[in-house]
């Protein structure tokens, strides 16, 4: 009770202390102040932690089966009826990702090649962050690729053209013949997406079929991404 009496007096003074009552006024405004400050400052860094976490939920899954040993595995060791039953579990799809070289109208980068099924738009959907374009790898039997704005930017790609691919051929080298240590596959780019720049730079997606062939992994994948409800 007694510093809520000394406050009404100090803030609603007479007129005869009216200096009191300026001081107390002003004193509360710089204590509001920073106050209201730090909670709007507060909530914005929020607001920026929740955008960050959409952005990279984006390519990172809520749970990813890999391999204990090596980098693949067969796609057909994982029983996809008994993962289906599991309580929790919404949608699933098998990936393949390995590191490529891109190559347009003679400029390249380094980007990961990620693989994905018919079953990845229910893991990740994409359609809400595609730019130009679709988000669609395979049309038939067509395989198109989907990449981020700023890699299109480093490719100088300014419509939705032919990309080139090269992939490190598993088993062989030769210092002689270094075309030939490559697989090369030209894909059309058929879609473009829209993130944070890191992800843009890293990530293009192309069909599992695609990916399995030009890595030579045929029937492998390097693992399950699951979406739990």
Known sequence: M???FFARRYLFSPKSRSVVNLISGLSVVAVAMPVAAMI???SVFNGFESLVKSMYSAFDADLTVSARLGQTFPADAIDTAAVARIPGVEAFSFVLEQSALLEHAGRQATATVRGVDDAYAAVFPLDSVVSA????????DIERLVMGQSMTYMLGI???AD?????VRRGS????????NYTRRTVP???VYSLDLETERTYV??????????????????GLVVRLR
């Open 189 to 191: 780019l058929g879609g």
């Open 173 to 180: 080298f030769s210092s002689l013949l270094p075309f030939d």
């Open 2 to 4: 007694l510093p809520q």
């Open 205 to 222: 997606l192309a069909s599992l079929r695609l990916a399995q062939e030009l890595f030579s992994h045929p029937g492998r994948v390097s």
């Open 133 to 140: 374009g679709e988000y669609r790898v395979r049309l038939g």
């Open 158 to 160: 300014r419509s939705l």
């Open 163 to 167: 990309v080139n691919v090269y992939a």
């Open 40 to 42: 709007i400052l507060l």
